[in-house]
């Protein structure tokens, strides 16, 4: 397994592009179920998840070319589509649960593997399945599948009104893309409104879709008989864009992060601010301003993770490496899931003060931290280890980056261009 080597103290400067986002290219890839025509998407990026889906899709029958520019995908799914998303692809992603919608709407019938556990916590499938049944599709879950059909002599789902029990995003985008092809209008009450839905939404009205209320909790769909080809660029990713905030904010430095989007980065900027960092709109992108190293002027700031537009839990690791090298204590607390401060013990590892009490983490900010091997435990704990090894003395190794390359492209390779001293070596 591949690991990164990171020799601390350095600050970062110059300029970098920011990634489409992960969490809006697997939707997206898997909305080109929904048409027989060619669609085309650009500012794909290149990472595990995204080569996980292709191969999955392509399972499917999909044919699929990548083009060089601009991060280019097409995609074609002609007749017949294979509708089983089967074991030995979901296992390591369960984004792949998102297929269960188009093809349900598109073939009438789908047959998707429960996806497998996930290390950060629980991400049930039930609301998934409450909410097609509601359009009116039979299902029942046996031997480690979800069994999805149209009822005898039906051709197409129904609409229906959904409010789920909780707030889920891949439930939203599941209904989402299943209800475009519905019969009648779909309602999504306690709809997520996370920036990735409304891009795919947009995606959706592009191939002929009627959709109104996207980025608001209350979405309202009237199905359409047909969906054709388009073509959409995936929305810049916020959470690279708030981890390279954090980096730049850790290490000191002026960075230029073409393409990031402050709207969708409100809640982590204004915590930025508040600890001391510039950070302004330059042209389409974010410039990050930081004096120098955390230690010397920035002030921890405490936080609680919430949905969308809260404080996101994808950023709570990076925040927390942060905090652990500002000045004063801080307290962390974590909504959304239940074991996601599997990284403390590794910052422990490299000197930081950190106490666990269930969803708190106290954080006192200590003035320096010491290289040292830590190993990965979820994507997002991944990048918090990064920061902390870009500001630790000596030599920090990342182990298991494998979940790093789940949602970061290339990530070393533009903290090198930024002047850090790091590198991926083989394991």
């Avoid at 929305?235 to 960075?255: K, S």
Wanted: charged share 20%.
């Amino acid at each position: 397994m591949d690991k990164l080597l990171i020799r601390g103290g350095k600050p970062l400067n110059g300029t970098i592009a920011i990634s489409g986002a992960k969490n809006a290219a697997l939707p997206e890839m898997c909305a080109t179920l929904l048409t027989s025509e060619p669609v085309r998407l650009y500012n794909v990026p290149r990472l595990r998840d995204v080569a996980t889906m292709r191969r999955l899709l392509e399972n499917m029958g999909v044919q699929i070319q990548t083009h060089g520019e601009r991060g280019g995908m097409s995609f074609q799914s002609m007749e017949p589509v294979n509708s089983e998303a089967p074991y030995e692809l979901v296992k390591t992603m369960r984004a792949s649960v998102l297929a269960l919608g188009p093809l349900l709407a598109r073939t009438g019938r789908a047959r998707v593997s429960l996806p497998g556990g996930c290390a950060i916590g629980a991400r049930p499938v039930e609301q998934h399945i409450k909410g097609l049944q509601a359009m009116g599709a039979e299902i029942r879950v046996e031997h480690g599948y979800i069994e999805a059909s149209l009822p005898a002599g039906r051709t197409r789902l129904k609409g229906a009104s959904i409010t789920t029990d909780m707030i889920t995003v891949t439930g939203t985008e599941n209904f989402l893309m299943a209800a475009t092809l519905a019969e009648g209008t779909t309602v999504l009450e306690n709809a997520a409104q996370e920036p990735e839905i409304p891009d795919l939404a947009e995606m959706l009205i592009k191939m002929g879709a009627k959709i109104s209320g996207h980025g608001t909790s209350r979405i309202v769909i009237e199905g359409v008989e047909k969906l054709h080809g388009c073509e959409h660029a995936v929305v810049a990713d916020r959470i690279e864009c708030g981890t390279f905030l954090c980096a730049v904010a850790a290490t000191g430095g002026d960075v230029l992060l073409e393409h990031g989007r402050p709207e969708h980065l409100d809640v982590v900027i204004d915590k930025l601010c508040e600890a001391g960092v510039d950070i302004v709109r330059e042209g389409d992108g974010i410039r990050v301003r930081a004096a120098g190293p955390a230690w010397q002027h920035l002030k921890a700031q405490s936080f609680r993770t919430t949905e969308y537009p809260g404080f996101p839990t994808d950023m709570q690791a990076q925040f927390m490496a942060l905090n652990a090298v500002s000045q004063g204590s801080s307290l962390v607390t974590e909504t959304i899931f239940e074991n996601r401060f599997m990284h403390v013990s590794e910052l422990s590892r490299l000197g930081a003060n950190i106490t666990i009490d269930g969803k708190n983490a106290m954080v006192e900010g200590v003035e320096r931290l010491s290289g040292a091997t830590v190993m990965a435990t979820d994507l997002r704990a991944s990048a918090g280890l990064v920061i902390a090894g870009l500001v630790a003395e000596g030599e920090t190794t990342v182990d298991r980056i494998y979940h790093l390359d789940r949602g970061y492209d290339q990530m070393e390779v533009k903290l090198r261009t930024l002047g850090a001293d790091i590198e991926r070596v083989a394991g």
